[in-house]
């Protein structure tokens, strides 16, 4: 989450921001052995736009342009991460069913602003604040990325079971308790960083 606020206001813009996710298992008839690995992630930037005018501040300019609302509150920045995982699975010798290969893709979105039109001065605290609010919202994505990696590497420790749908079910199940634990460390980070005022990411002018 991003604070941006006014001369006078306080905490005034909050944003909670989900991991969403969605399971697939995929059935699978492989040799056995080690489980084979894969995390992968995609990043990708869109920006609205925001026209400055010297005779106003910017905090409004760029309140008036945001395209972020939840529950009647504007923000300035968003991290959108979609994790999906996938798992095949074998059964061995002993008639076991075990994951023997994962998955896991972790795709993202973050929006910002971007201004036309400043004067020097707002040109100057613009930098300032875009640099903060983007390096907080990165923040957010490195979770996402933990989350993820969490997920692989609990899904190929998990131990074998005499059902696959079973296994199938029980793996879901604790990748999705992992992704829980992942939103409410989101959540901590932006009540540790004030929602990224104490990175900087705020502007008054």
């Given amino acids: 989450m991003t604070p941006t606020g006014s001369r006078g206001s306080a905490l005034e813009l909050r944003f909670l921001r989900r991991i969403a996710c969605s399971a697939i298992p995929l059935v699978g008839f492989l040799a056995s052995g080690a489980v084979l690995a894969e995390v992968s992630e995609h990043l990708e930037y869109v920006y609205y736009e925001a026209t400055a005018r010297p005779d106003r501040p910017l905090v409004a300019q760029l309140r008036a342009a945001s395209p972020i609302k939840e529950d009647g509150r504007i923000f300035f920045g968003h991290t ?100 829980t634990r992942f939103n409410e460390q989101g959540r901590q980070y932006d009540k540790d960083t004030d929602y990224g005022r104490t990175q900087g990411a705020w502007i008054d002018e």
Wanted: contains cysteine.
């Fill in 80 to 179: 959108r991460s979609n994790i999906r995982w996938n798992f095949k699975w074998i059964t061995d010798a002993s008639g076991l069913c075990r994951i023997s290969a994962t998955t896991t893709e972790v795709r993202a979105v973050i929006t910002l602003p971007r201004i036309s039109g400043a004067d020097t001065q707002q040109a100057a605290a613009f930098t300032r604040f875009i640099a903060a609010l983007r390096q907080h919202e990165l923040g957010h994505y490195r979770i996402a990325l933990q989350a993820a990696q969490a997920i692989d590497n609990e899904l190929r420790a998990h131990p074998g079971m005499s059902n696959c749908q079973a296994l199938a079910n029980y793996a879901n199940t604790c990748a999705e308790r992992t992704l």
